[in-house]
């Protein structure tokens, strides 16, 4: 059946079946570069590029930069049954990557693939691709290429001849058509190009993070063992659970192992102690008084690494909520007199109720305190 072409409407992509050699010159070896074919469909106004793979991020940037080409975005997008764009081929309800989704949605546009084992619903990229491996890549193939970047600029040159070639059997070039048709249909093109991102699944572990590319990334403890669907871009690293986003984090520098934590993630007693640190120990001890910070500082200078000592001074300073800051702040002052630089010293001046007796020289005092085990 012969298909009619309203202006404006449709485009229609595929990959090449030939490749290009690309000679890398370090090592010496050939690498096959993808060669990407993008026609519209009332003008036959074509573009085509290369790239190194049909992976989910070359298909997507593919497709930004024949809108950029174009001058504008048709209103469908016709691809063959790629995995790429396409999950799961179905005659009916074809269910599309969700990154390409969301690539179409901010190009304002949307995606019909093609019927499964029917090329004929996409038979004028099958032109496009044989009229392009016949006018470019046959034209190239006794050419050495180095990069990528070489190779398209070759290309567009010959793009360039094939889209002001005069046609056979109608008037006009694919670029005065497209100019006449095409071009005045086309919307608009967004603000600003599409920034690619990937979604993937993940389970969130026992510790409330989830890994991507090595690295951890915090969502809301609640989640424990949740699954969530995670958009990963170049920036930034979001969690999201039935489509409702749940965290954020700035995306770690490729290759940084590490963890990267939100403390409102923590359950309140992790993010107590996540928040332990000499300062805030010294700060704590200070408001009681500056025998009590004197003495924590001597907790923490008493260990090669001040965290052995938290718990010390965790305790030491829990004294003041059972026996009130005033009498903390005299028994440390007892306990640093008589060099008991230890918090079962201090409690156990606070037990027997010597810090609200004199300070006398008593030996017998001093060795008790000591004593202790």
Not at 133 to 148: D, K, T, Y
Not at 223 to 246: G, K, P, Y
Not at 333 to 362: M, N
């Amino acid at each position: 059946m012969r298909q009619t072409h309203r202006a404006g409407e449709k485009m229609f992509v595929d990959y090449a079946g030939q490749t290009v050699s690309l000679i890398d010159p370090a090592a010496g070896e050939l690498r096959q570069a993808q060669i990407f074919v993008a026609v519209l469909g009332a003008s036959s106004y074509t573009y085509a590029e290369a790239s190194f793979s049909q992976k989910l991020p070359h298909w997507i940037a593919s497709h930004a930069r024949a809108f950029e080409f174009f001058g504008g975005v048709p209103q469908l997008i016709i691809p063959d049954n790629l995995k790429s764009g396409v999950v799961r081929a179905d005659r009916y309800e074809p269910t599309l990557n969700r990154s390409y989704q969301e690539m179409l949605a901010h190009y304002s546009t949307a995606a019909l693939p093609a019927r499964p084992r029917k090329p004929k619903d996409k038979a004028k990229v099958e032109v496009a691709v044989q009229i392009v491996e016949r006018w470019i890549l046959a034209r190239l193939r006794h050419q050495s290429f180095f990069s990528i970047s070489d190779l398209n600029r070759a290309i567009r040159l010959l793009l360039h001849d094939l889209n002001t070639r005069p046609f056979k059997k109608r008037t006009g070039t694919r670029r005065s058509q497209f100019e006449t048709l095409d071009l005045p249909a086309l919307g608009p093109l967004p603000a600003g190009p599409y920034q690619f991102a990937e979604w993937k699944k993940a389970r969130v572990h026992v510790d409330y993070h989830i890994e991507v590319d090595g690295h951890y990334y915090s969502v809301p403890h609640s989640l424990r063992t949740r699954q969530v669907d995670v958009r990963i871009s170049a920036l930034t690293i979001e969690c999201f659970l039935n489509n409702q986003r749940v965290a954020s984090h700035v995306r770690a520098e490729e290759g940084r192992k590490g963890h990267t934590t939100i403390p409102e993630h923590m359950p309140s007693h992790h993010r107590a102690q996540s928040e332990w640190n000499p300062e805030r120990f010294l700060s704590w001890a200070a408001d009681i008084g500056p025998r009590t910070e004197q003495f924590v500082r001597g907790l923490l200078e008493s260990r090669r690494h001040p965290e052995l000592s938290y718990r010390s001074c965790l305790g030491l300073l829990s004294l003041a909520r059972q026996y009130t800051p005033a009498r903390l702040e005299a028994a440390c002052q007892r306990a640093l007199l008589l060099g008991a630089q230890r918090q079962k010293s201090v409690r156990t001046i606070l037990e027997c109720g010597l810090d609200s007796q004199p300070l006398p020289e008593i030996e017998a005092e001093t060795e008790a305190v000591l004593s202790l085990p």
